[in-house]
């Protein structure tokens, strides 16, 4: 079997050094549990940052991908199959945006909103071109994605970025309001930013977003590709706040791993599309659609959004312990199976404490440790994960 060292060796050789990855080599996963070249097991508190929405190695995902697998996997989109439509019937009926339009990413997914918002004000003539986004967004790295992200870290180096951008502080109504005009195209913002560390939108800046498009006419792009189908406990955050989108980018948990994003589209913005205005090779072909079919039959007729409900307010109780535990830990952010515990401290050197101790959790935002566990994850595992936190919450604290 190969070792860690040679996996690294030859990495650092031959593959672009982007990442900075934790000196750990994953071979094989069940349910929460991943395990590693030396058979060391980790309760993962991440899911490759909220991805496998069903765990690792699930049986019925299993099934689906191998079975479609061996019958048809991709055709393009010159041709019909008859799984798209059927998923996006589905993503309709959970999300009330009647179309879909399907790629293979989140950043794809905030791509196309931004083309279909630019196209909508295109074919009524009027060249709004202007985007109100948030700061500590974080929404991709395609160029239209980064445009709309405040990260001066990520940005910079790719600079010019679309213009036409604005970025609004986060939770001020007033600054949301005086900052959308009758120029404005699309506000976009993420229902709970995951990326800047777990900070949902609080229900008056929701309602001054639904006031500001009421008033200017300017179309809402909420991003849920991290908050979104299941993993706050609610199909999307948006409905929790009451917010109106018009155009909603999803990703991640949609494929539980594999690769599948989509735009779901309301009728007006639907309206304003003429063929040939946006593609994808692979999107929406027929592995993705399988995996994604897959996984909102577990998620609605499975009961799997019920039991996050149920698991996440356990969740929430037992992080809410810990922060009484810890001194370090300033605040407890979140919904349903999507929280960040806000330290007083940089979090960096919680995540190594945290591997060390068995369980797996990032840090976001400098100072946030993120946890998004698999939607599947019962109140037993969860009880385990988080009593493995503690431990290397105090491990951290103890060399403060
Ligand atoms: C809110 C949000 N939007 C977009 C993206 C980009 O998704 P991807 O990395 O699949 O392109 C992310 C990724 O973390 C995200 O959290």
């Known amino acids: 079997?190969?070792?860690?060292?040679?996996?690294?060796?030859?990495?650092?050789?031959?593959?672009?050094?982007?990442?900075?990855?934790a000196p750990v080599t994953f071979v094989r996963g069940q349910g929460v549990r991943l395990y590693d070249l030396d058979g060391r097991e980790y309760l993962d508190l991440l899911s490759g940052i909220g991805v496998a929405s069903l765990g690792h190695a699930h049986p019925a995902l299993a099934r689906a991908i191998a079975d479609q697998a061996g019958t048809l996997l991709h055709t393009s989109n010159l041709f019909y199959h008859p799984l798209q439509g059927q998923l996006a019937e589905r993503l309709a009926n959970l999300s009330g945006l009647p179309r879909a339009f399907f790629c293979n990413s989140g950043t794809e997914a905030v791509e196309a909103c931004l083309k279909f918002a630019r196209r909508y004000w295109f074919t009524k003539g009027e060249r709004r071109i202007e985007i109100?986004?948030?700061?500590?967004s974080f929404h991709g790295?395609?160029?239209?994605s980064l445009s709309v992200t405040s990260d001066e870290h990520?940005?910079?180096?790719?600079?010019p970025l679309l213009s036409g951008v604005r970025f609004v502080p986060v939770n001020e109504p007033a600054?949301?309001?005086?900052?959308?005009?009758?120029s404005t195209a699309a506000i976009i913002a993420e229902?709970?930013?995951?990326?800047g560390g777990i900070r949902p939108l609080t229900p008056a800046f929701a309602s001054s977003i639904n006031e500001a498009c009421a008033k200017t006419g300017a179309l809402l792009i909420a991003d849920e590709v991290q908050?979104?189908?299941g993993r706050t406990g609610y199909p999307f955050y948006f409905a929790a706040l009451g917010l109106k989108p018009h155009l909603v980018a999803v990703g991640k948990a949609l494929g539980s791993g594999v690769p599948v994003g989509a735009a779901l589209i309301s009728d007006?913005?639907?309206?304003?599309i003429s063929f040939g205005d946006h593609g994808s090779t692979y999107g929406g072909n027929l592995l993705a659609c399988r995996a994604a079919l897959c996984f909102l039959d577990l998620l609605v007729g499975g009961g799997l959004l019920a039991h996050v409900g149920r698991v996440g307010r356990s969740f929430e109780q037992r992080l809410r312990q810990l922060a009484s535990k810890h001194p370090m830990v300033k605040q407890v952010r979140g919904a349903g199976l999507m929280w960040g515990l806000e330290l007083t401290r940089d979090a960096a050197p919680v995540v190594p404490a945290a591997l060390a101790e068995g369980v797996i959790v990032n840090r976001t935002a400098e100072n946030v440790v993120r946890l998004l566990p698999p939607l599947v994850i019962t109140q037993d595992e969860a009880d385990e994960a988080l009593g493995r936190l503690d431990a290397a919450l105090h491990v951290v604290g103890a060399g403060a």
Do not use: K, N
């Open 1 to 21: 079997m190969v070792t860690l060292d040679e996996v690294q060796t030859r990495e650092a050789r031959h593959v672009l050094q982007t990442y900075r990855r």
């Open 132 to 136: 109100i986004a948030l700061e500590e």
């Open 141 to 144: 790295r395609t160029f239209g």
């Open 154 to 159: 990520y940005r910079t180096p790719f600079e």
């Open 175 to 182: 600054a949301l309001i005086a900052a959308v005009s009758s």
């Open 191 to 195: 229902p709970i930013q995951g990326e």
């Open 227 to 229: 908050s979104g189908l």
């Open 268 to 272: 007006e913005v639907a309206q304003a």
